[in-house]
Nanobody, 124 residues
Framework: QVQLVESGGGLVQAGGSLRVSCAAS????????MAWFRQAPGKEREFVAA????????TYTDSVKGRFTMSRDNGEHTVYLQMNSLQPEDRAVYYC????WGVGARAPLDYACWGPGTQVTVSS
């Protein structure tokens, strides 16, 4: 199993930017689909972005398209989520997840490996 740890969360004003990272250890990321999910207080965990194990263009949930960009660096065993134009509704704990040989599914149940999460807070 790959171990995942997120970092880079914090407090930002509305309209600002943050980049969160997910570092992997234990195994190379090159054979894993990677995804970002988020969970706001009192809400279900929701899909944010994902990229297949083979690379290609990431997919995004509609609410973040044009504002968030996911990328992966297999050599550095790290995935990133660049978040621009942040809004108060983006406030959540952000989790990265890994799915061995996955294609970048949107359901949390498709991912066996999870990080502990990093808090993102956006002030209005």
């Amino acid at each position: 199993q790959v171990q995942l740890v997120e970092s880079g969360g914090g407090l930002v004003q509305a309209g600002g930017s943050l980049r969160v990272s997910c570092a992997a250890s234990g195994r190379t990321l090159s054979r894993y689909a990677m995804a970002w999910f988020r969970q706001a207080p009192g809400k279900e965990r929701e899909f944010v972005a994902a990229i297949s194990w083979s690379g290609g263009t990431p997919t995004y949930t509609d609410s973040v398209k044009g504002r968030f960009t996911m990328s992966r660096d297999n050599g550095e065993h790290t995935v990133y989520l660049q978040m621009n134009s942040l809004q108060p509704e983006d406030r959540a704990v952000y989790y990265c997840a890994a799915d061995f040989w996955g294609v970048g599914a949107r359901a949390p149940l498709d991912y066996a490996c999870w990080g502990p999460g990093t808090q993102v807070t956006v002030s209005s």
